[in-house]
């Protein structure tokens, strides 16, 4: 619903059934080109609240990177981002773990992995006590739970988890179950999305995607997760009209019914 306004796009939301969302990048840049971010946030909040809507996830700045060499500029940017999404309630905030610039400048794993530590301890320390989890997310080059697991050891914050991107993970070992069950407690948000196994198509479940959802499920239950199931699949909706686009979302409360059912029933070994 990207060429709705941030307000439209909680209303139509709500009028298809759906009560629970994330906050897009594009949708927040909207919010914070209008000023304050706490003023802008909690005017969100207040309409998604007044239509039984609730924003709990957020994706942070998509195209940042953490271990930009512009370290302050990029530490003030993001903490902009945590104010209206601490306004806004959300309780999971995804961020890539960053790295590109300081590969194209040759720097050394080890050094890339200490600036990635030293700004998360920063970023995490800003929104402390706020209900707020910073949840990394698996990307091509940093995406396998055993990527993860040392940034969240180093960090040793309580508000640093994980986002599972199945999408992402498909393109990698494809071990969904493995993932969530090794992340367990950190495991904080999803973006439910599928692919081929090449590309980050982002398609809706039960497509001509090859994600493994009985696993992704069956993890997700044996681990007793409580965040959000996030569908992250914008290639179902580019170039797509308006009325068809309204039709997949209802039509997502099938699927979404089928993937609660693969929950009590799914394999996680």
Same mark, same amino acid.
Not at 72 to 78: R, V
Not at 207 to 216: C, E, L, N, P
């Given at each position: 619903?990207? #060429?709705q306004?941030?307000?439209?796009?909680?209303?139509?939301?709500?009028?298809?059934?759906?009560?629970?969302?994330?906050?897009?990048?594009?949708h927040?840049?909207?919010l914070?080109?209008?000023?304050?971010?706490?003023a802008?946030?909690?005017?969100?909040r207040?309409?998604?609240?007044?239509?039984g809507?609730?924003?709990?996830?957020g994706?942070l700045?998509?195209?940042? #990177?953490l271990?930009?060499r512009?370290g302050?500029?990029?530490? #003030?940017?993001?903490r902009?981002?945590?104010?209206l999404?601490?306004? =806004?309630?959300?309780?999971?905030?995804v961020?890539?773990?960053?790295?590109?610039?300081?590969?194209?400048?040759?720097a050394?794993?080890?050094a890339?992995?200490?600036?990635?530590?030293?700004?998360?301890?920063?970023?995490? #320390?800003?929104?402390?006590g706020?209900?707020?989890?910073?949840?990394?997310?698996?990307?091509?080059?940093?995406?396998?739970?055993?990527d993860? =697991?040392?940034?969240?050891d180093g960090?040793?914050?309580?508000?640093?988890?994980?986002?599972?991107?199945?999408?992402?993970?498909?393109?990698?070992?494809?071990?969904?179950?493995?993932f969530?069950?090794?992340?367990?407690? &950190?495991?904080r948000?999803?973006?439910?999305?599928?692919?081929?196994?090449?590309?980050d198509?982002?398609?809706?479940?039960f497509?001509?995607?090859?994600?493994?959802?009985?696993?992704?499920m069956?993890?997700?239950?044996?681990?007793?997760?409580?965040?959000?199931?996030n569908y992250?699949?914008?290639?179902?909706?580019?170039g797509?009209?308006?009325?068809?686009?309204?039709?997949? =979302?209802? &039509?997502l409360?099938?699927?979404?019914? &089928?993937?609660?059912a693969?929950?009590?029933?799914?394999?996680?070994?």
């Open positions: 619903l990207m #060429d306004t941030p307000e439209e796009m909680v209303q139509t939301f709500a009028a298809h059934g759906w009560r629970h969302l994330e906050m897009s990048d594009e927040a840049k909207v914070l080109e209008r000023g304050a971010p706490a802008t946030g909690e005017a969100l207040a309409l998604a609240d007044s239509h809507v609730t924003i709990r996830q994706h700045w998509l195209q940042c #990177d271990c930009a512009d302050q500029a990029l530490l #003030d940017a993001l902009t981002w945590l104010d999404f601490v306004a =806004l309630g959300i309780r999971a905030a961020l890539h773990p960053g790295g590109r610039e300081m590969v194209e400048d040759g050394s794993p080890k890339i992995q200490g600036v990635r530590l030293e700004r998360l301890v920063v970023l995490c #320390d800003h929104v402390r706020a209900g707020l989890s910073i949840c990394l997310e698996n990307i091509p080059g940093c995406n396998e739970i055993g993860l =697991l040392p940034i969240i960090v040793g914050r309580e508000n640093l988890g994980i986002c599972l991107d199945t999408g992402h993970l498909n393109m990698g070992s494809g071990d969904q179950a493995g969530i069950r090794s992340a367990g407690a &950190y495991l948000a999803t973006h439910l999305a599928a692919n081929e196994g090449q590309t198509q982002h398609l809706m479940p497509g001509r995607g090859t994600v493994d959802w009985r696993a992704v069956g993890g997700l239950n044996a681990i007793g997760y409580q965040g959000l199931l992250e699949i914008p290639g179902e909706s580019h797509v009209p308006l009325p068809i686009r309204l039709a997949k =979302l209802d &039509y409360h099938r699927v979404t019914d &089928y993937l609660l693969l929950a009590s029933t799914g394999d996680a070994a």
